[in-house]
Nanobody, 126 residues
């Protein structure tokens, strides 16, 4: 069983940047694709980005493409989400998730992810 813990959330003004981290334990993160999702208050959880086990294949939602960058460091059992040019509509709880190889290199649906963190709050002020 893989445990995931997110960190790096906080408050930032519009146009600012944050870097989220996802620390994995209880398993080897390199065995899984890593994904980030977010859920704004009153809305459904939505896909943000995913990276294949090697990090060579990345997938982004249209709303964050060219602003966010997903990466991973398998030696450190860590995943990251660099968020630039943040806007108020990016305000949400951000979740890290891990997807088994059964779902391929570009998982993006919540049911394609086996393990989830508890989330970290990101608030972007206008």
């Amino acid at each position: 069983q893989v445990q995931l813990v997110e960190s790096g959330g906080g408050w930032v003004q519009a146009g600012g940047s944050l870097r989220l981290s996802c620390a994995a334990s209880g398993g080897t993160l390199s065995s899984y694709a890593v994904g980030w999702f977010r859920q704004a208050q009153g809305k459904e959880r939505e896909f943000v980005a995913s990276a294949s086990w090697s990090g060579s294949t990345t997938t982004y939602s249209d709303s964050v493409k060219d602003r966010f960058t997903i990466s991973r460091d398998n030696d450190k059992n860590m995943g990251y989400l660099q968020m630039n040019s943040l806007q108020p509509e990016d305000t949400a709880i951000y979740y890290c998730a891990a997807s088994s190889p059964d779902y391929g290199l570009r998982p993006r649906r919540p049911n394609e992810f086996d393990w989830w963190g508890r989330g970290t709050q990101v608030t972007v002020a206008s």
